[in-house]
Nanobody, 126 residues
Framework: VQLQASGGGLVQTGGSLRLSCTASGRALSTLTMAWFRQASGREREPVAAVNKEGRMTTYADSVKGRFTISRDNANNQVFLQMYNLQPEDTAVYYC????????????????????WGQGTLVTVSS
């Protein structure tokens, strides 16, 4: 499977962005999907994850109530809707896919994902 992320950009504090991740080469319905982010000088961290059917989602505490992950399996896409963006949300955002995750607890662990998109930069100005 190959992943292509898009939708990043420059936004002011309090603004919104919607990231998209398009999968090719494999049906999205067979994959657990997630978004991670990496700020300059920091380690990559999980943001949100969604199970294969799209019924169960998990969020990092820092984005709960502001970000929403969703998926459209028919069109092989995953989205991250981001509201009330803050300067600390500035990072390169990566979508990731895994065919082997079984436990909800594992959805937010980077090592469990074996396919990554190229990243899209989100910059939030203060």
């Amino acid at each position: 499977v190959q992943l292509q992320a898009s939708g990043g950009g420059l936004v002011q504090t309090g603004g919104s962005l919607r990231l998209s991740c398009t999968a090719s080469g494999r049906a999205l319905s067979t994959l657990t999907m997630a978004w991670f982010r990496q700020a300059s000088g920091r380690e990559r961290e999980p943001v949100a994850a969604v199970n294969k059917e799209g019924r169960m989602t998990t969020y990092a505490d820092s984005v709960k109530g502001r970000f929403t992950i969703s998926r459209d399996n028919a069109n092989n896409q995953v989205f991250l809707q981001m509201y009330n963006l803050q300067p600390e949300d500035t990072a390169v955002y990566y979508c990731a896919a895994s065919g082997g995750i079984r436990r909800p607890l594992d959805r937010m662990t980077e090592l469990n994902y074996d396919t990554w998109g190229q990243g899209t930069l989100v910059t939030v100005s203060s």
